[in-house]
């Protein structure tokens, strides 16, 4: 057995009905890369038992102490069945995007069973009215706890269920010794438990000095503006209302290259591009409806910090900082450029402010403690008199650059879902993979009740962006670069212009990668695609098309 760290812990004690603590992920696919260009269900749950047999993790139940008295256990769960973890489902008739998103929200918004490992699969099949999928194809919804993914390590539903060729089979298998342990009586457990309280309160206090230390260098630093001092009151929408059970779900996708494009000529990295395209999604949506405030709203990103231990020694220790999201600015330009800045201060304070990692004192304390305070902030909707400030939550993870299969059949789009946090009814999440990039959206029903008018907003907000950053640039800088590198190198100029408006400068060539932004989690650069990769992956310019996989037809 493996007991759960901190921040796993967290996550389990901030589970609710209402804010599940999971997060999801759809993955269309083409069958007929498969062997036989067709994919059998029976093929799909012995795909996944074959996979499962490297990640173990994913056998795992918890294994509570008696009384919640101590954070829980992993063990192995002997009575492990993959098919109850994996369901067959298919889209009414005429099977269209909105019918999928329908279906996938609903599965979202479900908990899951916190007796059995915690995770789900459904295979949907009927994606027959959705413009880009072939004939046959099929869809793939995942969703995990949050207290697994991160428990599991390395180790993501991602590579669980995909493979780096169509047929798997003919790969030769390591063979699979699976360890049967033994649950502890409740002696052991609870006699584990008081060590563990005390060592805990030990480190609580030490912790606590630091935080206190930790809290008059980042004063001195504000004195000395060194550390920006972010803005403590942000205005309410319908975003901030209590969150309830019911989801919704929506997505878009992106070429690659344009995103690259804007950033490049930007100046700006790839998370400011993303937050920029949500900025003026936000601001068009809540325009319309007359609900945009004078002021800005802001926006919780992750970051991550593997050079600070506060309150826990895991490796994988994850904050979140809040920013400001510029809502407030109408000009695209202006509005990227200010993103840009904010996005490096919220960097800098979430580097220096030991109170960006407030999650993991859910974890501190025992499960006894925290799990009454949590239902009875949510049941109590404790949000309206403790607002966050926090409109929305967004987070983006670069996915794989190379085709991935899944049962031998080719992933051709990803679509992640975030979770929602009690008053925050509003989540994006960005993936990035073979060229494309998609923009996911999971809310509160009550909050969002047009998901497809706010996808619209948000390609709108890319097409201005992306229209306003060209018709920007120079000459120069929107020419295609030469074939070899020696060319470019000779054509290159040598200096860039400062910007005659909106703060963004005008840019003759990309210049070196700077500091990684602090928006969410790791976006690296996508390596360039080989001849033998994704047949369909979107070609290296800004003028490349993407096949509209999401598209209503109403």
Avoid at 245 to 263: C, N, Q
Avoid at 401 to 416: C, D, E, F, I
Avoid at 447 to 466: G, I, K, M, T, V
Wanted: proline share 8%; with cysteine; hydrophobic share 40%.
């Amino acid at each position: 057995m493996k007991q759960l760290g901190v921040l796993d812990t967290a996550f389990i004690n901030l589970e609710h009905a209402n804010t599940p603590q999971h997060v999801g992920g759809l993955g269309i696919y083409d069958p007929s890369t498969a062997p036989g260009g067709i994919v059998r269900f029976k093929g799909v749950i012995a795909n996944f038992e074959r996979r499962l047999q490297k990640h173990p993790m994913f056998r795992s139940r918890l294994v509570k102490v008696p009384g919640n008295v101590d954070r829980p256990y992993w063990m192995q769960d002997a009575n492990f069945d993959v098919e109850f973890h994996i369901r067959h489902i298919a889209l009414p008739q005429p099977g269209d995007w909105r019918q999928l998103c329908i279906l996938v929200a609903r599965l979202h918004a479900r908990p899951l069973d916190m007796s059995r490992p915690l995770w789900e699969a459904y295979i949907i099949e009927g994606l027959d009215n959705i413009p880009g999928v072939p004939k046959g194809g099929f869809g793939i919804y995942t969703k995990v706890h949050h207290a697994l993914v991160d428990g599991a390590g390395d180790s993501s539903i991602m590579s669980v269920i995909h493979d780096l060729e169509p047929d798997p089979a003919a790969v030769p298998q390591a063979e699979f010794v699976l360890t049967n342990e033994v649950l502890p009586n409740a002696l052991y457990l609870m006699s584990s438990a008081a060590l563990n309280n005390l060592k805990g309160t030990v480190k609580l206090l030490k912790d606590s000095a630091g935080i206190v230390r930790d809290l008059g260098k980042m004063a001195i630093g504000m004195a000395q503006n060194k550390i920006p001092v972010p803005a403590v009151s942000f205005p309410r929408t319908r975003f901030n209302s209590p969150v309830g059970p019911y989801r919704v779900f929506e997505a878009t996708e992106f070429p690659l290259a344009d995103i690259k494009a804007i950033k490049d000529l930007g100046e700006v990295k790839f998370n400011d591009v993303v937050l920029a395209i949500i900025s003026g999604g936000v601001r068009k949506y809540l325009k319309h409806h007359n609900e945009l405030p004078d002021a800005s709203l802001a926006v919780s990103i992750p970051l991550n910090k593997h050079h600070r231990r506060v309150l826990n020694d895991e490796k994988a220790e994850q904050s979140a900082v809040v920013m400001d999201l510029h809502t407030n600015i109408g000009d695209p330009l202006q509005r990227l450029s200010k993103l840009c800045t904010s996005a490096q201060e919220a960097k800098v304070y979430g580097e220096n402010s030991p109170l960006v990692d407030v999650l993991g004192l859910a974890g501190v304390m025992s499960p006894a403690i925290m799990r009454p305070l949590v239902n009875a902030y949510v049941n109590r909707e404790l949000t309206q008199y403790l607002p966050s400030g926090i409109s929305s939550l967004a987070s983006s993870v670069a996915g794989p650059t190379y085709p991935v299969y899944s049962a031998g059949a080719q992933m051709l789009r990803y679509y992640g879902l975030g979770l929602l946090t009690p008053g925050v009814g509003l989540s994006h999440l960005i993936f990035s993979s073979n060229g494309i990039v998609t923009l996911s959206i999971v809310a509160d029903r009550e909050s969002l009740a047009d998901p497809a008018f706010y996808r619209e907003c948000l390609e709108q907000s890319f097409a201005e962006l992306l229209a306003a950053v060209k018709s920007h640039a120079t000459p120069e800088a929107v020419t295609p670069p030469p074939a070899n590198r020696r060319a470019r190198a000779a054509k290159a100029p040598s200096k860039t212009k400062p910007a005659s408006r909106g703060g963004l400068p005008t840019v003759k060539k990309p210049v070196a990668k700077k500091a990684k932004s602090a928006v969410s989690q790791r976006v690296e650069k996508p390596a360039t695609l080989k001849a033998q990769t994704n047949k369909a992956a979107t070609p290296p310019n800004s003028d490349s098309k993407v096949v509209p996989i999401n598209q209503s037809i109403n």
